[in-house]
């Protein structure tokens, strides 16, 4: 009987990663048909809101929910979200830009 505690710890551990790497690779776009309330929250404010308020609202109910931010990020949204977050760079150099050269000018 010895013999086969050893082979039930192997084969249970090999269970529990096989279970381990399965969970880790969920990630799943879940914004194609929400069968949740809360998974439609996160893909409305992933499409309206912008990548902070989906941090915001995936951190506040982690202890509910147990979402995960990438699950409802579609590479759109994060080509939106970066675009956006480029010209907004842009803006403000040239907002900079011409205050300083009115500065320059008043003087």
Not at 26 to 34: G, S, V
Request: proline residues 4%; hydrophobic residues 40%; contains cysteine.
């Amino acid at each position: 009987m010895k013999t086969f505690k050893p082979v039930r710890r192997v084969s249970f551990a090999a269970a529990i990663l096989a279970a381990g790497v399965s969970l880790s690779a969920h990630a799943e776009y879940r914004c194609k048909a929400p069968p949740t309330l809360e998974d439609a929250r996160a893909c409305e404010l992933a499409k309206t809101a912008g990548p902070d308020a989906l941090r915001r609202f995936i951190q506040r109910t982690s202890s509910i929910y147990g979402l995960y931010f990438y699950d409802y990020v579609a590479e759109a949204d994060a080509d939106r979200w970066s675009t956006a977050r480029r010209s907004d760079g842009a803006q403000t150099i040239a907002a900079m830009e011409s205050r300083d050269k009115s500065k320059t000018v008043s003087q």
